[in-house]
């Protein structure tokens, strides 16, 4: 009875697994696994990764950066540079009129310019304009501008190839006055330019006062920003175009420089200090303007409209 016993006891089978069935695994097995994905889809193919590649690329892409650093609303001030700012179409969201204020010409105009233009129009006790100023003579006006949306500088150059065009850009080198920056950017308009690039820090950006200067040719010329000009030359470089710096000890005279005809960026240095040292050896070219009248340099408004009529010329 004892071996019987042991004998209903012991396992019968040694093998490991499942022993009914294999739950659906082998049928699942045969099955197709669907259409092969898209080469840029599938992990290890040559074409995933370039697409990788150009995800990482597209976000590591500044964002657009508005006016200052901080990205805060610039404040106009005075009745007559609020009446010239509207009047030249500074894009403005608010003015701001102090409470019983002196009903003059300059006003009654500025109030009818900001009703033409849908701002709005706040009423504000003369302490709070004191305090929105820091102080300033304010004389019961107040504008608000927001900060202006910069462009990447690849921008420039796609709208450029989309158009079918050779992209023709100016980039300015340590230019501080506004007004300098304003008057490049209305020189662009003019001769078919595809924008202007400034840099990040220690330069003029898109005041107020820049887009009165450019007489409203702000609103359809792109502004850019770069965190390092040197850097910026060099991509546009490998994206075809040719650097040519404006120095007045360039070794090409303008007019021999055919490389206008193609796609090309202008750098225009400061009207003191020119370009400096890196931004000077990145260049393909250094351009001189021939001045037969002995002036030493021109304003950088000036020298690049003289530049990018040359361009302009060229290429009609």
């Not at 609103?219 to 060099?234: D, I, Y």
Request: glycine share 12%; net charge positive.
């Amino acid at each position: 009875m004892a071996g019987n016993s042991q004998r209903r006891n012991r396992r019968t089978s040694n093998k490991k697994g499942a022993q009914v069935g294999s739950g659906g695994q082998r049928r699942r097995g045969l099955e197709g696994k669907g259409p092969t994905p898209p080469a840029s889809m599938r992990k290890g193919h040559k074409k995933n990764r370039i697409a990788g590649a150009k995800a990482r690329h597209e976000s590591k892409r500044p964002a657009p950066r508005r006016g200052g650093p901080k990205g805060t609303n610039e404040l106009v001030v005075g009745r007559n540079s609020v009446v010239e700012a509207l009047r030249e179409g500074v894009p403005a969201n608010t003015l701001y009129v102090q409470q019983y204020i002196e009903n003059d010409e300059r006003v009654r105009e500025a109030l009818q310019l900001a009703a033409d233009k849908g701002l709005n129009l706040m009423e504000a006790p003369r302490p709070e304009l004191d305090r929105m100023t820091n102080g300033l003579n304010h004389q019961g006006l107040v504008l608000s501008v927001p900060p202006y949306e910069y462009a990447h500088p690849e921008d420039l150059t796609a709208a450029a190839f989309d158009d079918g065009e050779d992209p023709l850009i100016v980039a300015l080198d340590g230019i501080t006055d506004p007004r300098n920056l304003g008057a490049v950017v209305r020189s662009v308009s003019a001769f078919g330019g595809h924008g202007v690039v400034v840099p990040e820090r220690r330069a003029a950006g898109m005041t107020a006062s820049a887009w009165k200067t450019s007489a409203g040719t702000a609103a359809r010329t792109p502004v850019a920003r770069c965190t390092n000009v040197t850097r910026m030359l060099e991509g546009y470089q490998k994206a075809g175009l040719t650097v040519v710096g404006l120095a007045a000890d360039g070794d090409v005279e303008l007019h021999e420089l055919d490389a206008l005809e193609g796609p090309v960026v202008i750098v225009v240095g400061s009207e003191g200090k020119g370009l400096s040292r890196l931004v000077g050896e990145t260049c393909d070219f250094r351009v001189r303007i021939p001045m037969p009248g002995g002036a030493e340099s021109l304003n950088a408004g000036v020298a690049a409209g003289v530049v990018l009529y040359e361009a302009s010329r060229r290429r009609a």
